[in-house]
T-cell receptor, first 113, second 113 residues
Framework: AQSVSQHNHHVILSEAASLELGCNYS??????LFWYVQYPGQHLQLLLK??????LVKGIKGFEAEFIKSKFSFNLRKPSVQWSDTAEYFC???????????FGKGTMLLVSP | DTGVSQDPRHKITKRGQNVTFRCDPI?????LYWYRQTLGQGPEFLTY????????KSRLLSDRFSAERPKGSFSTLEIQRTEQGDSAMYLC???????????FGPGTRLTVL
C-alpha cells in the first residue's frame, strides 16, 4: 500500500528563516503530488500540486516544491517564512489510475515573530 | 461562498447512538470524497462518489458506516451504533474529476462519549 512519510512532526523557525519540509512516498510508479496547508481554525487548503512537466512547482504565498523521482521525494520550500505561515502542512499522493489521496501525518510549523 | 460545506460542524453523541453528517460539494464537481482525521494523523480515505455512484470504499469503512449521494449533489455519511473509536474529524472533499485537485470542507468533529 502507498505510504507518505513526512520527516518532521514539529518545526519551529524565526521569521525570515528558510523552510524545507521533507516528504517521501513509497509508490514506484507515476504519481500526482500535493501539499496542503491547514491554518489554525481553518480547513485544508491546496498549497501546490505536481502532475507532470517541470519538477519544480510554485504554489501560493511564495511556496515551491521539487519533485525528485529518483528519491521519491517532494519537499516543500520557502526562502523566508512569515509569522502567518504558522500552520500544519500535509504532503499527499495519488497513484496513477487511482483517485484517492494518501496523506502524510503532517508537519506543524510554528514561526515566531 | 462556493466552497465545500459540511453540517454539523460539531457533534457530541453517546456511544451506541446513530449520527448523520452532510456534505455539500462545489456545485460543478462530479467527485465527492469522505476522509477521516484523528489527532496526530493526516486524513485517511473512507469512500468516494462519481456523481451518485459510490466507486470505492476503504477497509476503514466498517459495516456500521454508510454513505450516500442520491442525486449526485450532496452526500450523507451515517455511522450506526457509534463507538468511542469513531471520535474524529470527518472531512468531505470534492473535485471536478479523478485527476483534479480535491477541495476540502471545514469538517465535522465527532465526539463519542
Amino acid at each position: 500500500a502507498q505510504s507518505v512519510s513526512q520527516h518532521n512532526h514539529h518545526v519551529i523557525l524565526s521569521e525570515a528563516a528558510s523552510l524545507e519540509l521533507g516528504c517521501n512516498y513509497s509508490y514506484g510508479g507515476t504519481v500526482n503530488l500535493f501539499w496542503y496547508v491547514q491554518y489554525p481554525g481553518q480547513h485544508l487548503q491546496l498549497l501546490l500540486k505536481y502532475f507532470s512537466g517541470d519538477p519544480l512547482v510554485k504554489g501560493i504565498k511564495g511556496f515551491e516544491a521539487e519533485f525528485i523521482k529518483s528519491k521519491f521525494s517532494f519537499n516543500l520550500r520557502k526562502p523566508s517564512v512569515q509569522w502567518s505561515d504558522t500552520a500544519e502542512y500535509f504532503c499527499a499522493v495519488i497513484e496513477s489510475g487511482y483517485s484517492t489521496l494518501t496523506f502524510g501525518k503532517g508537519t506543524m510549523l510554528l514561526v515566531s515573530p | 461562498d462556493t466552497g465545500v460545506s459540511q453540517d454539523p460542524r460539531h457533534k457530541i453523541t453517546k456511544r451506541g447512538q446513530n449520527v448523520t453528517f452532510r456534505c455539500d460539494p462545489i456545485s460543478e464537481h462530479n467527485r465527492l470524497y469522505w476522509y477521516r482525521q484523528t489527532l496526530g494523523q493526516g486524513p485517511e480515505f473512507l469512500t468516494y462518489f462519481q456523481n451518485e455512484a459510490q466507486l470505492e470504499k476503504s477497509r476503514l469503512l466498517s459495516d456500521r458506516f454508510s454513505a450516500e449521494r442520491p442525486k449526485g449533489s450532496f452526500s450523507t455519511l451515517e455511522i450506526q451504533r457509534t463507538e468511542q473509536g469513531d471520535s474524529a474529524m470527518y472531512l468531505c472533499a470534492s473535485g471536478a474529476n479523478g485527476l483534479a485537485p480535491q477541495y476540502f470542507g471545514p469538517g465535522t468533529r465527532l465526539t463519542v462519549l
